[in-house]
């Protein structure tokens, strides 16, 4: 039996690993969030370790994920993305626990015009970005037993996410905007769970970072207007450019990711984007 931790138990991508967990037998998983352990309290994390011996694997799911907000709030984004990984880090070191940390395309400058490969110059421009690398860095240098696994564009038939408010403003308007201008590839939390059970299914030890999304990329526009078209909406989706849609936080324009790496040691093919949201809309019928 392989007893794994996963924090930010109610989120998205953690309600996703519960799913997948039911085709993998041998598998003990705790689902915790901020009630049952704050991993910005280091005393909290190792009691809760100590309380739970033979952990094999920690899945950090945690984090403080509101992009606008962490503008003006960037403490407090600290302490979860950066502070609570480090957290987890050291008590991982001390406890034996390798640690599965996602992370964010938001780490980069979105400047690049081919896709992001795991050892490209990191440059976040948001306080998002910038602590969600401090949190990638702590891991690095405390714990070698670490798979750090970036991703982007999340959404799933679970939480919020850009799929369930296109679906929700088609419900109220007959016309919308939405940004052109940034490129990125949507990622089904459903496959990154099955990538993430696979990872300890096999227990490589090819530590280190990895990049995961769907494969392909788009716009945000052209995004929504997919999701409308297998939706059979009848919604006028216009164009337009960041510039007349500003927000508190800059977003990259580019963050494709080189998923070469992942593929390579997993061995395996990753869905473009396109099927995988026709199966997450299925589900969410």
Known sequence: MIHVLVTGGNGQLASCIKDAEKKHEGLNIIYTDYEQLDICNLNQVRAFFKDNK???????????????????????????????????????????????????????????????????????ISAYGSTKLQGELEVQQILKEHFIIRTSWLYSQYGGNFVKTMLRLAETKSRIGVVSDQFGSPTNANDLAK??????????????????????????????KTIFKHKNIDINVSPISTKEFPTPAARPKYSVLNKSKI????????????????????SLN
Do not use: R
Request: glycine residues 6%; proline residues 2%; hydrophobic residues 40%.
């Open 54 to 124: 033979g952990l094999k694997y920690c899945i950090n799911c945690a984090a403080y994920t509101a992009v606008d907000a962490a503008e003006a709030d960037d403490k407090k984004a600290l302490e979860i993305n950066a502070v609570g990984a480090k957290n987890l880090a050291l008590v991982c070191k001390e406890e034996g626990v390798v640690l599965i940390h996602i992370s964010t395309d938001f780490v980069f400058s979105g400047e690049n015009i081919i896709p992001y490969i795991e050892t490209d110059e990191t440059l976040p």
């Open 195 to 224: 990538v993430i059970m696979q990872i300890i299914d096999t227990g490589i030890h090819n530590y280190g970072v990895y990049h995961y999304s769907n494969e392909g990329e788009v716009s945000w526009y052209d995004f929504a």
């Open 263 to 282: 593929k390579n040691i997993l061995s395996i093919e990753i869905p473009n984007w396109e099927d995988s949201l026709k199966e997450c809309l299925i």
